[in-house]
């Protein structure tokens, strides 16, 4: 069985992923939860990560842990009038975090 790792996967599109990968897969979420929600997804805390993908030495951490053979990113700030208001942390987010992902997982690539 694969193990997965979705970024971002206790938000709206996160969440239905998730549980569509579920029935053939081992799936771990990483999630801040800034915009997502816990009870979004029916996963064993054991296989969610409450990080930040800003945070860079986490989450090394628990790609490293985990070992995936697949990565699904979609931690973003992706609500447009939030990121009108708020640009510099979503240009943070948004390319710092993917940055961040990409090199994170890079030794199992």
């Known amino acids: 069985m694969e193990r997965v790792i979705v970024t971002g996967g206790a ?3 996160g969440s239905a992923i998730c549980k569509y990968l579920q ?3 081992e799936v771990f ?9 816990r009870q979004f997804i029916e996963i064993d805390d054991t296989h969610f990560f409450n990080e ?5 030495q986490a989450l090394k951490k628990v790609v490293e842990q985990v ?3 697949v990565v699904i990113h ?4 992706h609500f447009i009038p939030y ?9 943070q987010v948004n390319i710092q975090g993917t940055m961040h992902v990409l090199e994170a997982i890079k030794p199992f690539a």
Not at 29 to 37: A, K, P, Q, R, T
Request: with cysteine.
């Open 11 to 13: 938000g709206f599109i």
């Open 23 to 25: 029935s053939n897969a």
């Open 29 to 37: 979420v990483i999630d801040n939860l800034s915009f997502g929600s």
């Open 52 to 56: 930040d993908i800003l945070n860079y």
């Open 67 to 69: 070992k995936p053979q």
């Open 74 to 77: 979609l931690a973003a700030i």
């Open 83 to 91: 990121c009108n208001a708020h640009p510099f942390e979503a240009a």
